[in-house]
C-alpha cells in the first residue's frame, strides 16, 4: 500500500549511545541501528521514501531519498561507516538536518536527549516548524532509569571525563528523583511542541519498539 | 594473685571510666574490635567496582546536592556500629557503679568477710521449719548478690575449730554463694578465739595484697548463745577483737531474734552416758548411767530410749524442771564378747542433735594380769586373790620376776601388778611409761625391797608431769599401829565396802607403811588413820596407776626374809583383802574403757585386740558408713587418729563431723569409740549484748544488707548498657534502612 510517505530516520550516532550495561550483550548503536534498519524496511517495503541520517555533533552523514532496495542497502552501509563521536549538541544537528531537506515527511530522532533540555527542544522544534511530523525516540539503558548498583562503585563519564566514586544506596533516590525530573521536563516540552515521544529501554527487543510506535498509529 | 591484679586494676580504672568499675576490666580489651567498622569503610573506599555511566550528570548533580547529608549519615552509621563493639566491651567486662564515684577518690570496693556460725546450736529449728543456719546462709546468699559487682568475699566456718573454706578473697560470687550453701553443721562449741585468729589473719592478708581497698567489713552470722560468746569477756579475747574492728567493721547478724520470739523450753539433751562398773565382763549386768538435762525455760517431758546394739533395752518417760539434771541408772545385761554399743535416745524436738548419745562398752571374757615381782613369792596373795583356782574366774594371771618383764610384752595385759621392787632399769621405766601411756593399768605395790629415793629419782617426782608414779616417796614409817580411813567410801575404790561393814576394812592392822607427798594431779583414793597415804591413784595419758603404800604379803612370809624381820600389816589375812585387790584392777583399768567414748575432735586413741601385721593399714569407718584409709600413728597394736578438721574434710570430703560410733580398722582387727557431742552448745539462753564490744554492731535481719550496701544499686549500669546497646541496634537498622532509601 502506497501511501506517499517520507520517513526521515535521525539517529543519534554519540559515544553515550555505547554505553553498554554491565549485564547486556550488545551495545546501543547497534540495537539503535536494527531499530532505525526495520522501520526503513517497513517505509521502502510499501514504497514509502526515506531517508536516513546519522549525527553526533551535528549531522554528520545523510543518505538522502530514497525508496529502493538499494537505497535501503546505501543507508545501512552508512551507518556501518560512521564512528561514534562524543555529543555536544542535538539542537545544531536537527538544525542542520532541517536545513538540508526542502520535502516534509515524518521525522523520527532516535537519540537518549541526555543533553540540555532546551539544546534538544531547539532542534525538535525547528524540526516541527518546518512542517514536519516529529517523533522523538528515546532509546535509555535500564540501569539509567533503575539504578540498580548496591556496592561502592566508581562511576564514569561516558562522553566527559567526570568520574565519581559513590555509594549507590546512599544516592540512589536523589540520582532517580533528579533523572525522573529531566524526563518528566523532557515529556511535557515535547508535549507542548506537538511531538509525540516514546521511551525504549535497549534490553528489549526491537520489535517491542516497533510495536510500540506503530499499534498507536495502526488506530488513529 | 589474679584477683588482687584484677582488682588493682579496677581500682586504678574508676575515674576514666566516670566512676564505673569493671569486675574483669581486660575484657575491655575487646573494645578494638569497634574499629572493625571503620577498616570496612576504608576498604571499601579502596575497593569498588568500575563502570560506565551515561547519565553521570545527574548523578553528579544528586552526589553534590546530598553529599553533606551522606557524609554525615555515613559517619553517624559508623559511629553507631562502633558504638555496638564498644558497649559489648563493657558488657563482658561487667560494669559496676558508684554514686561516690562522682569524686574520684571516693570509688573503693568492699571486702566482705563473712563469719557463719555453724555450731550446732544454730542447728536449732524455729516453727518455721528452716534451721537458723539454713536461714542464715539464706541472708548470706541474698547479702552477697545484693553487694556491688567487684566485691570480694572470704568465708570463715566457726566450729570447734574456726575454719576459712574462702580465704583468698574471690569475686567468683556465683561459686561463693555455693560455697556458703555447701556449709554445714559443725558438731562442737563455736570457737570464737579461734574465729579471731582466721579473722586477723585473712584481714592482715587483705591489707598487703590489696591495700586498695579500704573498707574492710566483718559480718558475723551467729544466734549468739551464752554459752559460746560468754568467752567475749575474756581480756585476751577483746584484746584480739580491738585488733580486728581496727581493720575492719564489724556486724553482727543476729540469728537469736528469729529464736527469742518462739518458746525454747522443749530442748532435752543426753549430756553423758556411761556405765557405773568400770570394766564388764561377759554374761554380767552393767549399770548404764544417762545423765539427761532440760535445757528449756519451761518443765518438760521427754521419753528415753536405751538400745543396746540396735535392739531396745528399756524405754523411760523423764520429767524436768527448767534447767534441771537427771541421772536415770539402767541395768542392761550384755551377753556378747567384745565391743558393744549402747544407745540412750530422747524423743525428738527441736534441737535433734543432742537428743542421742552413744557408749562403747568392751565386754570381756577374761582380763589377763601380770605381777612384777622384785622379790619372790611377793605376788602370792594377790593371785590367790584374782585367781584362786587356776583356770577359774574372770583373771588370769601370769607372775614374772622384775628381771624377766622385757621379755613380755605388756600390752598384751590389761593391768601389771609391780610388787616390792627396790629399783628400775631405764628400759623397764621406759616400757611401763609407754604401756601406761597407751591405755595401760600398772598398780605399784610397796615393800620392805622398796628404796624410796631411788623410786623418786628414777620415777623423775621432780617433774610430776613426766612422773608415772602420784607421789613423791618420803621413807618407809614403821612402828605403827594405825588403820585405813575410807573416809565417807565416797571414792568408787571404797565405795562397794559401804553396804558391808563387816568387810573389816577398818580393822585392818597396820604397822609400816611408805610415807609420801602427793604430786600434783594425783589423787588420794585411801587414806590412813594418821592422814598418810594408803593408795594413791595418777591418770597419765591415756591410763592410769596406782600406787599402794603397803606391802601385800603375811607376817610369816616376810619373817623367813633376812632383810625384814618384821611385818608391814596383817591386810592379806583379812577379808576385806580379796574385794580390794579386785576394786584396785577393776578401778585402775576403769579407763581402759574411757578412752572409746570421746568427744568430736578429740584424737581416737587404743589398742588392737593383738598386734596386727607391721604393713597393715588404718583405716577409718565413719558413721555414714565410708571407710577410708587414715594416715594414724601405729607403734604395734597401740594407735592414734587425729581428729582434725582438715584430716575430716579430706577423709570425708566435707567438713562435718558427725556424732555416732567410729570404728579404726588394722587388717582383721577393729576397735570401736562412740564419739558424742560436747552439749555445752545445748543451753541456748542468749548472751547478755551488754557484754559483747561496743564497736560491735548488732544489725537486725532485714536491715543488714540495706545498711551495708551503697545507696545506688549495684546492678543498674549494666541495666542500663544493655538498654544503650538495644537502642544502639535500633539505630544502626533504621540508619542502614534509611540510608538504603536514600532519603
Given at each position: 500500500?502506497?501511501?506517499?510517505?517520507?520517513?526521515?530516520?535521525?539517529?543519534?550516532?554519540?559515544?553515550?549511545?555505547?554505553?553498554?550495561?554491565?549485564?547486556?550483550?550488545?551495545?546501543?548503536?547497534?540495537?539503535?541501528?536494527?531499530?532505525?534498519?526495520?522501520?526503513?524496511?517497513?517505509?521502502?517495503?510499501?514504497?514509502?521514501?526515506?531517508?536516513?541520517?546519522?549525527?553526533?555533533?551535528?549531522?554528520?552523514?545523510?543518505?538522502g531519498?530514497?525508496?529502493?532496495?538499494?537505497?535501503?542497502?546505501?543507508?545501512?552501509?552508512?551507518?556501518?561507516?560512521?564512528?561514534?563521536?562524543?555529543?555536544?549538541s542535538?539542537?545544531?544537528?536537527?538544525?542542520?538536518?532541517?536545513?538540508?531537506?526542502?520535502?516534509?515527511?515524518?521525522?523520527?530522532?532516535?537519540?537518549?536527549?541526555?543533553?540540555?533540555?532546551?539544546?534538544?527542544?531547539?532542534?525538535?522544534?525547528?524540526?516541527?516548524?518546518?512542517?514536519?511530523?516529529?517523533?522523538?525516540?528515546?532509546?535509555?539503558?535500564?540501569?539509567?532509569?533503575?539504578?540498580?548498583?548496591?556496592?561502592?562503585?566508581?562511576?564514569?563519564?561516558?562522553?566527559?571525563?567526570?568520574?565519581?566514586?559513590?555509594?549507590?544506596?546512599?544516592?540512589?533516590?536523589?540520582?532517580?528523583?533528579?533523572?525522573?525530573?529531566?524526563q518528566?521536563?523532557?515529556?511535557?516540552?515535547c508535549?507542548?511542541s506537538?511531538?509525540?515521544?516514546?521511551?525504549?529501554?535497549?534490553?528489549?527487543?526491537?520489535?517491542?519498539?516497533?510495536?510500540?510506535?506503530?499499534?498507536?498509529?495502526?488506530?488513529? | 594473685?589474679?584477683?588482687?591484679?584484677?582488682?588493682?586494676?579496677?581500682?586504678?580504672?574508676?575515674?576514666p571510666?566516670?566512676?564505673?568499675?569493671?569486675?574483669?576490666?581486660?575484657?575491655?580489651?575487646?573494645?578494638?574490635?569497634?574499629?572493625?567498622?571503620?577498616?570496612?569503610?576504608?576498604?571499601?573506599?579502596?575497593?569498588?567496582?568500575?563502570?560506565?555511566?551515561?547519565?553521570?550528570?545527574f548523578?553528579?548533580?544528586?552526589?553534590?546536592k546530598?553529599?553533606?547529608?551522606?557524609?554525615?549519615?555515613?559517619?553517624?552509621?559508623?559511629?553507631?556500629?562502633?558504638?555496638?563493639?564498644?558497649?559489648?566491651?563493657?558488657?563482658?567486662?561487667?560494669?559496676?557503679?558508684?554514686?561516690?564515684?562522682?569524686?574520684?577518690?571516693?570509688?573503693?570496693?568492699?571486702?566482705?568477710?563473712?563469719?557463719?556460725?555453724?555450731?550446732?546450736?544454730?542447728?536449732?529449728?524455729?516453727?518455721?521449719?528452716?534451721?537458723?543456719?539454713?536461714?542464715?546462709?539464706?541472708?548470706?546468699?541474698?547479702?552477697?548478690e545484693?553487694?556491688?559487682?567487684?566485691?570480694?568475699?572470704?568465708?570463715?566456718?566457726?566450729?570447734?575449730?574456726a575454719?576459712?573454706?574462702?580465704?583468698?578473697?574471690?569475686?567468683?560470687?556465683?561459686?561463693?554463694?555455693?560455697?556458703?550453701?555447701?556449709?554445714?553443721?559443725?558438731?562442737?562449741?563455736?570457737?570464737?578465739?579461734?574465729?579471731?585468729?582466721?579473722?586477723?589473719?585473712?584481714?592482715?592478708?587483705?591489707?598487703?595484697?590489696?591495700?586498695?581497698?579500704?573498707?574492710?567489713?566483718?559480718?558475723?552470722?551467729?544466734?549468739?548463745?551464752?554459752?559460746?560468746?560468754?568467752?567475749?569477756?575474756?581480756?585476751s579475747?577483746?584484746?584480739?577483737?580491738?585488733?580486728?574492728?581496727?581493720?575492719?567493721?564489724?556486724?553482727v547478724?543476729?540469728?537469736?531474734?528469729?529464736?527469742?520470739?518462739?518458746?525454747r523450753?522443749?530442748?532435752?539433751?543426753?549430756?553423758?552416758?556411761?556405765?557405773?562398773?568400770?570394766?564388764?565382763?561377759?554374761?554380767?549386768?552393767?549399770?548404764?548411767?544417762?545423765?539427761?538435762?532440760?535445757?528449756?525455760?519451761?518443765?518438760?517431758?521427754?521419753?528415753?530410749?536405751?538400745?543396746?546394739?540396735?535392739?531396745?533395752?528399756?524405754?523411760?518417760?523423764?520429767?524436768?524442771?527448767?534447767?534441771?539434771?537427771?541421772?536415770?541408772?539402767?541395768?542392761?545385761?550384755?551377753?556378747?564378747?567384745?565391743?558393744?554399743?549402747?544407745?540412750a535416745?530422747?524423743?525428738e524436738?527441736?534441737?535433734?542433735?543432742?537428743?542421742?548419745?552413744?557408749?562403747?562398752?568392751?565386754?570381756?571374757?577374761?582380763?589377763?594380769?601380770?605381777?612384777?615381782?622384785?622379790?619372790?613369792?611377793?605376788?602370792?596373795?594377790?593371785?590367790?586373790?584374782?585367781?584362786?583356782?587356776?583356770?577359774?574366774?574372770?583373771?588370769?594371771?601370769?607372775?614374772?620376776?622384775?628381771?624377766?618383764?622385757?621379755?613380755?610384752?605388756?600390752?598384751?595385759?590389761?593391768?601389771?601388778?609391780?610388787?616390792?621392787?627396790?629399783?628400775?632399769?631405764?628400759?623397764?621405766?621406759?616400757?611401763?611409761?609407754?604401756?601406761?601411756?597407751?591405755?595401760?593399768?600398772?598398780?605399784?605395790?610397796?615393800?620392805?625391797?622398796t628404796?624410796?629415793?631411788?623410786?623418786?629419782?628414777?620415777?623423775?617426782?621432780?617433774?610430776?608431769?613426766?612422773?608415772?608414779?602420784?607421789?613423791?616417796?618420803?621413807?618407809?614409817?614403821?612402828?605403827?599401829?594405825?588403820?585405813?580411813?575410807?573416809?565417807?567410801?565416797?571414792?568408787?575404790?571404797?565405795?562397794?565396802?559401804?553396804?558391808f561393814?563387816?568387810?573389816?576394812?577398818?580393822?585392818?592392822?597396820?604397822?609400816?607403811?611408805?610415807?609420801?607427798?602427793?604430786?600434783?594431779?594425783?589423787?588420794?583414793?585411801?587414806?590412813l588413820?594418821?592422814?598418810?597415804?594408803?593408795?594413791?591413784?595418777?591418770?597419765?595419758?591415756?591410763?592410769?596407776?596406782?600406787?599402794?603404800?603397803?606391802?601385800?604379803?603375811?607376817?610369816?612370809?616376810?619373817?623367813?626374809?633376812?632383810?625384814s624381820?618384821?611385818?608391814?600389816?596383817?591386810?592379806?589375812?583379812?577379808?576385806?583383802?580379796?574385794?580390794?585387790?579386785?576394786?584396785?584392777?577393776?578401778?585402775?583399768?576403769?579407763?581402759?574403757?574411757?578412752?572409746?567414748?570421746?568427744?568430736?575432735?578429740?584424737?581416737?586413741?587404743?589398742?588392737?585386740?593383738?598386734?596386727?601385721?607391721?604393713?597393715?593399714?588404718?583405716?577409718?569407718?565413719?558413721?555414714?558408713?565410708?571407710?577410708?584409709?587414715?594416715?594414724?600413728?601405729?607403734?604395734?597394736?597401740?594407735?592414734?587418729?587425729?581428729?582434725?578438721?582438715?584430716?575430716?574434710?579430706?577423709m570425708?570430703?566435707?567438713?562435718?563431723?558427725?556424732?555416732?560410733?567410729y570404728?579404726?580398722?588394722?587388717?582383721?582387727?577393729?576397735?570401736?569409740?562412740?564419739?558424742?557431742?560436747?552439749?555445752?552448745?545445748?543451753?541456748?539462753?542468749?548472751?547478755?549484748?551488754?557484754?559483747?564490744?561496743?564497736?560491735?554492731?548488732?544489725?537486725?535481719?532485714?536491715?543488714?544488707?540495706?545498711?551495708?550496701?551503697?545507696?545506688?544499686?549495684?546492678?543498674?549500669?549494666?541495666?542500663?548498657?544493655?538498654?544503650?546497646?538495644?537502642?544502639?541496634?535500633?539505630?544502626?537498622?533504621?540508619?542502614?534502612?534509611?540510608?538504603?532509601?536514600?532519603?
Amino acid at each position: 500500500m502506497k501511501t506517499n510517505l517520507v520517513l526521515h530516520l535521525l539517529l543519534d550516532f554519540s559515544s553515550s549511545m555505547q554505553f553498554r550495561a554491565q549485564n547486556q550483550n550488545y551495545p546501543n548503536n547497534n540495537s539503535l541501528s536494527r531499530l532505525a534498519v526495520v522501520l526503513a524496511w517497513l517505509a521502502v517495503e510499501q514504497r514509502d521514501a526515506v531517508s536516513l541520517g546519522v549525527f553526533t555533533g551535528k549531522l554528520d552523514a545523510w543518505s538522502g531519498i530514497g525508496n529502493s532496495w538499494g537505497h535501503l542497502d546505501n543507508a545501512v552501509q552508512l551507518m556501518d561507516q560512521t564512528q561514534p563521536q562524543p555529543k555536544t549538541s542535538i539542537g545544531k544537528s536537527l538544525h542542520s538536518f532541517s536545513n538540508r531537506i526542502r520535502k516534509k515527511g515524518l521525522v523520527i530522532v532516535i537519540s537518549d536527549f541526555l543533553v540540555e533540555i532546551p539544546d534538544a527542544m531547539d532542534g525538535l522544534n525547528r524540526l516541527v516548524h518546518a512542517g514536519h511530523d516529529v517523533v522523538a525516540m528515546q532509546v535509555l539503558d535500564a540501569s539509567e532509569s533503575t539504578f540498580p548498583f548496591r556496592r561502592t562503585t566508581l562511576f564514569r563519564g561516558v562522553e566527559s571525563k567526570q568520574q565519581v566514586i559513590a555509594e549507590p544506596i546512599a544516592l540512589r533516590k536523589a540520582y532517580l528523583h533528579a533523572f525522573q525530573e529531566f524526563q518528566h521536563q523532557l515529556q511535557m516540552q515535547c508535549r507542548k511542541s506537538h511531538i509525540e515521544f516514546h521511551q525504549w529501554d535497549s534490553s528489549q527487543a526491537v520489535d517491542q519498539a516497533v510495536a510500540s510506535f506503530l499499534l498507536p498509529r495502526m488506530f488513529a | 594473685m589474679e584477683y588482687f591484679w584484677n582488682l588493682a586494676f579496677c581500682c586504678e580504672r574508676t575515674v576514666p571510666c566516670w566512676g564505673m568499675t569493671f569486675v574483669s576490666p581486660w575484657l575491655l580489651l575487646w573494645g578494638v574490635l569497634a574499629l572493625i567498622p571503620l577498616a570496612i569503610h576504608l576498604w571499601n573506599r579502596r575497593h569498588y567496582d568500575e563502570v560506565d555511566f551515561p547519565a553521570i550528570e545527574f548523578l553528579l548533580a544528586a552526589a553534590s546536592k546530598n553529599a553533606r547529608r551522606i557524609q554525615v549519615e555515613q559517619w553517624l552509621l559508623l559511629f553507631v556500629r562502633s558504638l555496638i563493639f564498644l558497649l559489648l566491651a563493657c558488657l563482658l567486662a561487667e560494669p559496676s557503679w558508684n554514686t561516690a564515684a562522682t569524686e574520684p577518690q571516693a570509688i573503693m570496693h568492699r571486702h566482705w568477710i563473712l563469719v557463719m556460725d555453724a555450731s550446732y546450736s544454730m542447728g536449732w529449728t524455729p516453727d518455721s521449719g528452716i534451721t537458723l543456719l539454713e536461714q542464715a546462709k539464706q541472708q548470706a546468699v541474698a547479702m552477697v548478690e545484693a553487694a556491688p559487682i567487684g566485691d570480694p568475699f572470704s568465708l570463715i566456718v566457726l566450729g570447734s575449730h574456726a575454719e576459712a573454706i574462702v580465704e583468698t578473697p574471690t569475686l567468683d560470687r556465683d561459686e561463693f554463694m555455693q560455697t556458703v550453701q555447701e556449709v554445714q553443721l559443725q558438731f562442737g562449741k563455736a570457737n570464737l578465739a579461734d574465729a579471731n585468729t582466721l579473722i586477723l589473719r585473712v584481714l592482715q592478708q587483705s591489707q598487703r595484697e590489696a591495700p586498695d581497698i579500704k573498707d574492710r567489713r566483718v559480718v558475723l552470722f551467729s544466734d549468739l548463745t551464752e554459752q559460746t560468746w560468754s568467752d567475749a569477756k575474756e581480756p585476751s579475747w577483746q584484746r584480739s577483737f580491738q585488733k580486728i574492728s581496727d581493720q575492719a567493721t564489724v556486724t553482727v547478724h543476729s540469728m537469736a531474734a528469729d529464736v527469742s520470739s518462739q518458746s525454747r523450753h522443749a530442748n532435752f539433751a543426753v549430756t553423758d552416758i556411761r556405765t557405773s562398773n568400770g570394766t564388764v565382763f561377759q554374761n554380767s549386768t552393767a549399770n548404764v548411767v544417762v545423765t539427761v538435762r532440760n535445757f528449756g525455760s519451761q518443765a518438760a517431758k521427754s521419753t528415753l530410749t536405751i538400745e543396746l546394739a540396735g535392739n531396745p533395752v528399756e524405754s523411760r518417760a523423764v520429767e524436768l524442771e527448767p534447767f534441771a539434771t537427771a541421772e536415770i541408772e539402767v541395768p542392761v545385761s550384755f551377753s556378747a564378747l567384745g565391743d558393744q554399743t549402747v544407745v540412750a535416745s530422747l524423743a525428738e524436738d527441736q534441737l535433734p542433735w543432742d537428743n542421742r548419745r552413744w557408749l562403747v562398752v568392751p565386754v570381756l571374757g577374761t582380763q589377763r594380769i601380770l605381777c612384777l615381782e622384785g622379790a619372790s613369792n611377793v605376788s602370792k596373795n594377790v593371785v590367790a586373790a584374782l585367781e584362786p583356782n587356776a583356770g577359774a574366774g574372770p583373771f588370769r594371771m601370769t607372775v614374772l620376776a622384775m628381771a624377766e618383764a622385757d621379755s613380755i610384752a605388756l600390752n598384751d595385759f590389761n593391768a601389771v601388778f609391780v610388787l616390792n621392787v627396790a629399783s628400775f632399769s631405764s628400759a623397764e621405766i621406759e616400757d611401763l611409761r609407754r604401756y601406761v601411756q597407751t591405755g595401760g593399768a600398772a598398780i605399784f605395790v610397796m615393800g620392805d625391797q622398796t628404796e624410796p629415793s631411788q623410786w623418786n629419782r628414777q620415777w623423775q617426782v621432780s617433774r610430776p608431769e613426766h612422773s608415772l608414779i602420784p607421789v613423791r616417796q618420803n621413807d618407809i614409817v614403821a612402828g605403827r599401829d594405825i588403820r585405813f580411813e575410807p573416809n565417807d567410801y565416797a571414792h568408787p575404790l571404797v565405795k562397794p565396802f559401804a553396804n558391808f561393814p563387816n568387810s573389816s576394812l577398818r580393822e585392818v592392822p597396820i604397822w609400816s607403811y611408805v610415807s609420801s607427798q602427793l604430786l600434783a594431779d594425783s589423787h588420794v583414793t585411801l587414806a590412813l588413820s594418821d592422814g598418810s597415804i594408803a593408795v594413791a591413784e595418777r591418770n597419765f595419758h591415756a591410763g592410769r596407776t596406782m600406787w599402794v603404800a603397803l606391802d601385800m604379803t603375811l607376817p610369816e612370809t616376810t619373817a623367813s626374809e633376812s632383810k625384814s624381820t618384821e611385818a608391814w600389816s596383817a591386810w592379806p589375812a583379812f577379808p576385806c583383802f580379796p574385794p580390794m585387790v579386785h576394786q584396785l584392777v577393776r578401778h585402775a583399768t576403769a579407763r581402759q574403757g574411757e578412752h572409746r567414748n570421746v568427744l568430736l575432735s578429740d584424737n581416737l586413741e587404743g589398742n588392737m585386740p593383738t598386734n596386727p601385721e607391721a604393713d597393715a593399714q588404718l583405716m577409718l569407718k565413719t558413721p555414714d558408713g565410708r571407710q577410708r584409709n587414715v594416715d594414724g600413728a601405729r607403734d604395734g597394736s597401740h594407735f592414734q587418729v587425729a581428729m582434725r578438721p582438715a584430716f575430716v574434710t579430706s577423709m570425708i570430703g566435707s567438713g562435718q563431723l558427725l556424732p555416732g560410733i567410729y570404728q579404726v580398722i588394722c587388717g582383721t582387727q577393729s576397735v570401736d569409740f562412740a564419739v558424742n557431742l560436747d552439749t555445752t552448745e545445748s543451753d541456748l539462753r542468749p548472751v547478755d549484748l551488754s557484754i559483747l564490744p561496743a564497736s560491735m554492731q548488732m544489725n537486725p535481719p532485714d536491715n543488714l544488707v540495706d545498711a551495708a550496701l551503697p545507696s545506688q544499686p549495684s546492678g543498674w549500669p549494666f541495666r542500663w548498657l544493655v538498654i544503650l546497646l538495644i537502642a544502639t541496634l535500633v539505630g544502626d537498622s533504621w540508619l542502614a534502612h534509611r540510608m538504603s532509601r536514600g532519603a
